[in-house]
């Protein structure tokens, strides 16, 4: 009664080899490694690669192995030491189209990797780094899709010559209001037929004797505009991580307005914080030439009809008009360089719409003044009857006035800037976009690199050392069977691993924290099979009877004890976020895995020390 | 064989299920009291706030970095040594007026320009909603649990047992965080992973229990029902204790080996895994029977099971 049928041995050596073959991965050290990506589309050509390798051996560094897969080259070094000042000898020399990035690179064989058999990603706690939490401002996506209907209205109105009074945002509605009851009228359907499929409800009122038409956005364009911010944002993040320079970053959204980064490896936190949570856009206006005072407009606070009151950068104030010729949206490319009195300056480059949206601006206004005004969104947290809350601050600076000498199109440059790493930065987030919505970070954990390695030592040494002990106890304890539970339970904590390589699950410190609880916990389903074999034999059963009954017996309570534990794993993945969540997938996983090692694994195993015998009188129990 | 635990007789638990279950009511009231009078002592996951881990090449001086950082406009900074005297531990309130970013930047360059060779080793910053919003969904997952577990339960044995393997485990969970409560350890979201875990392991004990009973109830015709249960409890006295002696084995070694960032992970299990052996003998047991379970509650009219024996048991 004790036999397995072949086949069911072979399966469970199937099932154990491809467990080791997929956890073997994790118990290569990864090696210290520099990669340079392109930005562009092409492949990296091989006379690219030699002008890397030649600079790493111009400063006498040794990788001892490099790759080039197209998009991406790697060099290996000894240790980090190399490592860094090889990533700095590559910056020097590599140019605009790449992007230099440290690296962990994997030394699992080939033989492996062409298994698809790789280890699991390191979490942030294990190999330092950065992790942002960031919200997406939504109020704000939503007042710039307000301001966009507005300057739509006004345009679509003066195509059409319609007459209005004034366009304004009154809470969350658009106020049209017109002279007569015609003129209402008949900018109804002009500006109905340019929003079809329900974006805008419409509303028609009479107020304090003038006409007025109302807009409000419709529930599902408020949807598709929080979707597209978290979208565009994103995106953009991508670019501007791309632009740091991080090998291997996750940026993902999590829940309905937030967005998750993590970038590993990153020390200098300031320079990322900086670049990833501001928002820098570019606008182009034209300066006032109507002769308004703009220090009389200051010091009552109020600018006159149809200007805007600006600073620059040594306080002066000016005025602007309000109307916008360019925004940094139509900016396809900017870079960073000096004019010809060596200044800082940024050379930006348009796309098609964006050119000849300026080239005629410009081209109505040549010999007048033009402002750059630069904007930079950043969030302060103030107290409102008691409650602290974020408030976007928007900072607006006009960084240069420049009178137009002729008609600008796709390519012009900005001056006026402080430094040349202002101009860097500055050109850094023209180029990877303008952010659709202001984000602020409501959470951030930075862990140093040298605390990374502690981490996956005391992870790895709690999981050994408890291990150790547990075996020790269970062979004492129940000898023969002990020894048959604790090599299914080293069995289970291959599969576990396997399974979670397999997934290419991130290990945080809480994850081998439950790779440790769950192998503690799944010696229960053994303590169980092994304690109710003792009681067979107790009650006078023959040693191959009680083997059968302790396993068949056993079943049952193992099955539901190891499902409430189960619920309460997947609760915990539920509600749980983060290092929370990490930990659940493991513990879910391993209930998993415990339940057919502790029951199939051991069974074959004590299959094949008892169940071919004879005669069996006795059993090491 | 070695057997620790071998009873000739049973032991007659049931008879002092009175007495134990007033000192569980009393531990309870107990907890329940620190918890309310002292409060738990929420970490940055939850309260918001920046947390920063630094450390020094030599012992670092904890009432310098107090008073400096104090100066410099941190009036309620909280520094303490963290696992060795290099390590320092800073917690900071959400500042009014400053994100996480620039306090942490600040802090480090305070620090930097008193000791040069001072390095960061962690930042934990959270904004005060996350904090909220960690705390609130801690506490749903808790009853989500209890709420799954009591069907699971219920559709596998009996209300009864259910109910009373909820409230057991419900009492572990309110003495884990009393006793929290009681040493003002620290409570972040590594422990609270570690107590909702204790929920669904701490069950188990009362599973294994049960399933005994039913077992016992369908086999011992004459007994009982609180002999019944103490014959379940003695019979499986054994591999509670060797069980639980072995996850304590893994979670000692968490506790020595994980250093200070599993360290009240380790403390939080321990206390669960005692008091989980406790409250699954002396407190789900005596409530099961508290309840009123009869026979019939588990043998169901005629031979309903299928595949039982003519005696009723299941083989």
């Known amino acids: 009664m004790n036999r397995y049928p072949v086949w069911k041995y072979v399966m469970i050596a199937i099932i154990l080899l491809i467990g080791i073959i997929y956890s073997i991965p994790n118990f290569f050290p990864s090696e210290p490694a520099v990669q340079i990506s392109t930005k562009t589309e092409q492949p990296i050509e091989p006379a690219e690669m030699q002008r890397f390798e030649q600079a790493l051996k111009d400063k006498s560094l040794s990788f001892h192995a490099s790759e080039n897969n197209g998009s991406q080259v790697l060099f290996r070094f000894a240790d980090t030491d190399v490592q860094l000042k090889a990533s700095e000898a590559l910056k020097a020399v590599v140019g605009d189209k790449y992007v230099v990035a440290l690296n962990l690179a994997q030394s699992t064989p080939q033989f492996l990797r062409a298994l698809h058999a790789n280890p699991m990603y390191l979490g942030l706690d294990l190999r330092g780094g950065v992790h942002f939490l960031m919200e997406v401002d939504m109020n704000a996506a939503k007042d710039k899709a307000y301001e966009r209907y507005e300057d739509e209205f006004r345009d679509t109105l003066r195509e059409a010559k319609v007459a209005y009074l004034g366009i304004a945002r009154e809470g969350d509605q658009l106020v049209a209001k ?29 107020q304090d004797g003038s006409y007025i038409l109302a807009a409000a956005m419709s529930p599902q364009n408020l949807l598709n505009i929080e979707k597209f911010a978290i979208q565009q ?13 991080v090998a291997e970053p996750v940026i993902q959204q999590q829940g309905k307005g937030r ?30 030439d109507s002769g308004n005072d703009a220090q009389q407009a200051q010091s009552s606070g109020r600018a006159p009809i149809g200007l805007q009151l600006y600073k620059e950068r040594d306080g002066t104030p000016i005025l602007l008009k309000r109307k916008v010729m360019l925004t940094g949206e139509y900016i396809t490319d900017a870079s960073s360089g000096f004019d010809q009195n060596n200044q800082p300056s940024v050379n930006i480059t348009l796309d098609g719409n964006g050119a000849s949206r300026f080239s005629k601006a410009t081209g109505e206004n040549v010999q007048k003044l033009m402002a750059v005004v630069y904007i930079e969104t950043k969030f302060q947290e103030v107290e409102v009857d008691g409650q602290k809350v974020r408030k976007p601050v928007k900072t607006e600076e006009v960084i240069n006035v420049a009178r137009i000498q002729e008609q600008l199109s796709k390519r012009f440059q900005i001056t006026g800037l402080d430094s040349t790493k202002e101009a860097r930065d500055l050109a850094l987030l023209l180029r990877a976009g303008a952010l659709a919505a202001p984000l602020y970070i409501v959470e951030e954990r930075t862990i140093g690199p040298s605390m990374g390695k502690e981490n996956i030592e005391k992870g790895f040494n ?117 290092p929370v969540r990490g930990f659940a997938v493991v513990l879910c996983l391993g209930i998993l895995t415990s339940m057919f090692s502790a029951v199939t694994v051991s069974r074959a195993l004590t299959n094949l020390v008892y169940g071919y015998r004879k005669r069996l009188t006795d059993i090491s129990i | ?154 559709f596998r044995f009996e ?3 259910a109910v009373a393997a909820t409230i057991a485990n419900m009492h572990d969970v309110v003495i884990i965080l009393g006793m929290f409560a009681f040493f003002q350890w620290q409570f972040d979201l590594t422990v609270l992973a570690g107590v909702l875990a204790i929920l669904g392991y701490s069950v188990n004990e009362s599973v294994v229990v049960f399933d005994r009973v039913r077992e016992n109830i369908r086999k011992m015709r004459d007994t ?13 006295m054994s591999r509670t204790i060797i069980t639980h002696t072995s996850t304590q084995i893994m979670v000692l070694a968490m506790f020595f080996f994980g250093g200070e960032a599993l360290h009240n992970f380790a403390l939080a299990l321990t206390i669960g895994i005692m008091f989980g052996i406790y409250s699954s003998v002396l407190v789900a047991s005596p409530l099961v029977l508290l309840f009123g379970l009869k026979r019939e509650h588990l043998i169901p009219k005629e031979n309903g099971i ?10």
């Open chain 2, 306 to 315: 299928e595949g039982a024996n003519p005696d009723g048991s299941v083989v």
């Open chain 1, 178 to 206: 017109f002279k007569t009851e015609q003129e209402r009228d008949a900018a109804a359907p002009v500006l109905g037929k340019v929003y079809v499929n329900n974006e805008l409800i419409w509303d028609r009122k009479e």
């Open chain 2, 1 to 154: 064989m070695i057997e620790l635990f071998h009873f000739k007789k049973d032991i007659p638990f049931m008879k002092y299920g009175k007495v134990t279950t007033l000192i569980s009511l009393g531990t309870f009231v107990f907890a329940v009291f620190f918890l309310l009078y002292r409060g738990l002592n929420l970490g940055v996951d939850f309260t918001g706030g920046t947390m920063i881990e630094v450390r020094y090449a030599q012992a670092a001086p904890i009432e310098h970095i107090r008073e400096t950082l104090k100066g410099q406009g941190f009036p309620e900074v909280f520094v303490q040594n963290y696992g060795s005297t290099q390590d320092v531990l800073i917690r900071l309130p959400v500042e009014q007026g400053k994100s996480g970013a620039q306090v942490s930047e600040q802090v480090m360059k305070t620090l930097k320009a008193e000791s040069p060779d001072v390095q960061l080793s962690r930042v934990e910053f959270v904004g005060p909603q996350v904090g909220q919003e960690l705390y609130e969904n801690g506490g749903l997952a808790l009853l989500l649990v209890a709420a799954g577990i009591i069907i699971y339960l219920s």
């Open chain 2, 159 to 161: 209300w009864r047992f």
């Open chain 1, 462 to 578: 709690s999981n050994i050392w408890g291990f150790v002990a547990v075996v020790i106890f269970m062979v004492v304890y129940y000898r023969v069977f002990g020894l048959i539970s604790s090599i299914s339970l080293g069995v289970n904590g291959f599969l576990l691993f396997a399974i979670l390589s397999m997934i290419q699950a991130t290990l945080t410190l809480p994850g081998m924290a439950a790779i440790a609880l769950t192998l503690g916990m799944a010696i229960d389903a053994n303590v169980l099979i092994n304690e109710r074999i003792r009681e067979e034999l107790r009650n006078g059963a023959v040693p191959q009877v009680a083997i059968n009954a302790g396993y068949e017996r056993a079943w049952g309570t193992i099955l539901d004890s190891n499902l409430t534990n189960l619920i309460a794993g997947i609760a915990l993945f539920m509600l749980g976020s983060g």
């Open chain 2, 224 to 236: 009982s029902i609180p002999d019944i249960i103490d014959n379940a409890i003695t019979v499986t």
């Open chain 1, 233 to 245: 944002n994103i995106t953009t993040l991508r670019k501007r991580v791309n632009e740091l320079g």
């Open chain 1, 259 to 288: 967005i998750v980064v993590q970038l590993p490896g990153v020390q200098d936190t300031v320079r990322a914080k900086e670049i990833l949570g501001a928002t820098a856009t570019l606008e182009f206006r034209l300066v006032d």
